[in-house]
């Protein structure tokens, strides 16, 4: 029995392009030579168009979750107060991160409606441990609807 057509499954399911198949097969290039280096230099560049910007890109080498722990620790320190909404499973586990990073998280349950803002937010949920700071940060998971 073959399984058929592989897909790429982040995020997926995607169909993966025929020339994108093909390439693959090429040789892996060198990380460390000056090919890799003028490649990396092209995309960054190519982000400040995309991104419509003058300013330096940077370009995170990890998967979404890596991202988010890195936006976590870099920006907060341990007993930082984070306002988090949980707006579905990936939302949950970052707030799973920040918890294990030391965040006292203000969770609001938001179902059916937009995210408020939280400067306007005047419903939010008890913290996971007391505090009298106002949150530090506010992380927000956009939720895409199922294709």
């Known amino acids: 029995m073959t399984a058929g057509r592989h897909f ?3 995020p997926g ?3 993966v392009p025929d020339r994108i198949l093909r390439a ?3 040789p892996t290039m060198d990380h460390r030579g000056p090919a890799f280096a003028e490649v990396g230099r092209k995309a960054l560049e ?3 168009r995309i991104f419509k910007t ?3 890109v940077v370009i995170y ?3 979404g979750t890596g991202a988010w722990e890195a936006a976590l620790v870099n920006t907060l320190s341990p007993g930082d107060t984070v306002l988090m909404y949980e707006t579905g499973h990936f939302a949950m586990l970052w707030q799973k991160l920040a918890l294990n990073w030391g965040s006292i998280l203000s969770l ?3 179902t059916g409606a937009p995210v408020p803002m939280p400067r306007r937010s005047k419903s939010i949920c008890a913290p996971t441990r ?3 700071s106002r949150p530090s940060a506010s992380c927000i998971t956009r939720p895409r609807p199922a294709p």
């Open 108 to 110: 609001s349950t938001v």
């Open 13 to 15: 399911p995607s169909n």
């Open 61 to 63: 080498p990890s998967s």
């Open 130 to 132: 007391p505090t009298t």
């Open 54 to 56: 003058e300013s330096r």
């Open 46 to 48: 190519g982000m400040k």
């Open 8 to 10: 790429l499954q982040i």
């Open 24 to 26: 693959m097969d090429y």
